[in-house]
Nanobody, 126 residues
């Protein structure tokens, strides 16, 4: 089992920044590719960004490309999501997810992930 705990969410004005963290425990963190997803009220959970086990490969949804940055620290067992130039449409619950993989790939579908955190709320008022 892998336990994932997100933190860093909150209320931020449009144009502002937040950094989310996701701390992992339970298994060897570097065996897992990681992803961030988000879910707004009344909408399906959607892909935001993903990173390979080594951090060497990243992938972003078009809606966040150039504004969000994913990174990971395999010593601290933590994955980060730096969010800049936030918009009202970024308002959602943000979830981190882990998929067992020692390949260099990244994964963008909800069903590909093995473990999920409980989520952290990000609110950007319009």
């Amino acid at each position: 089992q892998v336990q994932l705990v997100e933190s860093g969410g909150g209320l931020v004005q449009a144009g502002g920044s937040l950094r989310l963290s996701c701390a992992a425990s339970g298994r060897t963190f570097s065996n897992y590719a990681m992803g961030w997803f988000r879910q707004a009220p009344g909408k399906e959970r959607e892909f935001v960004t993903a990173i390979s086990w080594s951090g060497g490969t990243t992938y972003y949804a078009d809606s966040v490309k150039g504004r969000f940055t994913i990174s990971r620290d395999n010593v601290k067992n933590t994955v980060y999501l730096q969010m800049n130039s936030l918009k009202s449409e970024d308002t959602a619950v943000y979830y981190c997810a882990a998929k067992y993989s020692r390949l260099s790939g990244v994964y963008s579908r909800v069903g590909e992930y093995d473990y999920w955190g409980q989520g952290t709320q990000v609110t950007v008022p319009s």
